[in-house]
């Protein structure tokens, strides 16, 4: 059975959120920007995997990058936690009625 959108969106976001290394690099973006070399150091992965765990934050919503010469620098998307519980609220259909039990 294909799963509505939203439900897909939701589970994207939690799925980007399910890793160790995905929360290790969120963790360290929620200080300020870093490029991706910072990443590698402070995660302790290869150059091909941080990338691809940024991708994978990227398609969630998570994180925003942008190009400073020959460096990738990325950029914590905070509002995006709000927007996804909100998303999720309405999606599930918590908090119609006021109540939250």
């Known amino acids: 059975m294909d799963q509505p959108d939203e439900l897909r969106q939701i589970r ?12 290790r690099i969120v963790q360290r973006l929620a200080h300020g920007p870093a490029s991706v070399t910072e990443l590698i150091d402070h995660v ?24 400073n010469g ?10 995006a936690f709000a927007e996804s519980a909100a998303r999720e609220r309405s ?9 939250t039990s």
């Open 70 to 79: 020959r460096e990738t620098v990325c950029s914590l998307r905070p509002e």
């Open 12 to 23: 994207l976001f939690h799925k980007a959120l399910a890793d160790v290394n995905r929360l």
């Open 44 to 67: 302790g992965l290869s150059q091909p995997l941080v990338s691809w765990h940024l991708g994978r934050l990227r398609a969630a919503g998570l994180v925003a990058t942008r190009r």
């Open 91 to 99: 999606v599930l259909g918590f908090g119609l009625s006021g109540r």
